[in-house]
């Protein structure tokens, strides 16, 4: 259960990156999905403890990240080194096409074995879990539930990411349509109520913050961190729960600085990654880094999850009728 890894008391780890055994130089190339500005951030954070590792992205939804990966394979021209997204389920896939590479010495000792990969391709990093967002100056009473999208108060008032753009939303919506508690019929619901889909969850948090919808799906951390920043928003955890992910790295196959590549994944897992990670709002996928204190207990989130082989082959039918429903 992704439950166990949560939250967990601050305990003083003696991981050392200067001892990692990699040559920590030269120019890495990632390929991720992640805000531009927590990325940039990132990247600032890691290059204080590997200042001779240059790292160049390119940044965009998971979708498009993973169609611009597709169409390098075709073209027997795969560019990225790494790969950092918001969708185990796209790793699961390029495994399995034999597109990642096993890390056996990633230490992974200390993280409970649901948020990696057992044949070490990929490695989750942190917890993210898609709610509800809702703006306090225009909401009056907070939704406690996911059926609250669908009523009356909230009509023509729901903004969400689209599946076709978002990792986390293709996730989301993969699983609560392939859920019995939801299905198809709430998504005809939330259309038949008029809400509409944005691109990315970052348009969800713009939407909602400037008052253009009141309420909206999305991932955790971004209404958290508008929030501390003044924007007029709160995020919900759903009384049916929520759906989650765990933001895995992983190095390809035909990465060209595999040394390099090894050092960011380790830093991603290292006790100075996930302190990171805390701090730039996320809850970390590390037992002993403590989330920041509005994230809730273990004990008070409940994960929604269907089987991941049925995420997996009903992903391109759910894509097309989500946009059949909303656009694309």
């Known amino acids: 259960m992704i439950r166990t890894f949560l939250l967990g008391a601050a305990g003083a780890l003696s ?129 406690a539930s996911w059926s609250d999208l669908t009523g009356a108060a909230t009509e023509g008032q ?30 005809q619901a939330l259309s038949d109520n008029g809400a509409i889909a944005g691109r990315g969850n970052g348009s969800v948090r713009e939407a909602v913050a400037t008052g253009q919808n009141a309420y909206g799906i999305i991932i955790d951390f971004m209404t958290f961190n508008a929030r501390e920043e003044g924007s007029p928003v709160d995020f919900v955890f759903p009384a049916e729960g929520v759906t989650a992910i765990t933001e895995p790295v992983a190095i390809l196959s035909t990465a060209r600085n595999v040394e390099a590549a090894q050092a960011f994944v380790d830093w991603q897992l290292s006790e100075a990654g996930q302190l990171f990670a805390a701090a730039q709002g996320y809850l970390p996928a590390h037992p002993d880094v403590q989330g920041a204190a509005y994230f809730p207990s273990a004990a008070d989130i409940s994960i929604i999850a269907v089987p991941e082989d049925t995420l997996i082959a009903n992903d391109e039918e759910m894509k097309q009728q989500f946009a059949d429903l909303f656009g694309g």
């Open 15 to 143: 991981l050392s990156l200067a001892s990692a055994a990699h040559a920590q130089s030269g120019t890495l190339l990632l390929y991720t999905s992640q805000p531009n500005d927590l990325l940039a951030d990132m990247i600032a954070a890691f290059n204080e403890d590997y200042p001779d590792i240059e790292v160049e992205t390119f940044r965009s939804g998971t979708t498009e990240v993973i169609n611009r990966l597709q169409a390098e394979f075709a073209a027997g021209d795969p560019q990225p080194d790494v790969l950092f997204i918001a969708n185990s389920l796209v790793m699961t896939q390029l495994k399995n096409d034999g597109h990642l590479m096993a890390y056996e010495g990633a230490d992974v000792s200390a993280y409970d074995p649901a948020v990696y990969d057992p044949d070490m391709t990929f490695f989750g990093t942190k917890l993210i879990t898609t709610g509800i967002i809702y703006n306090t100056d225009l909401v009056d009473e907070a939704p």
């Open 158 to 187: 729901v903004i969400m990411p689209s599946p076709l753009y978002s990792g986390a939303a293709a996730l989301h919506v993969g699983t609560l349509t392939a859920h019995p508690d939801f299905g198809w019929d709430y998504y």
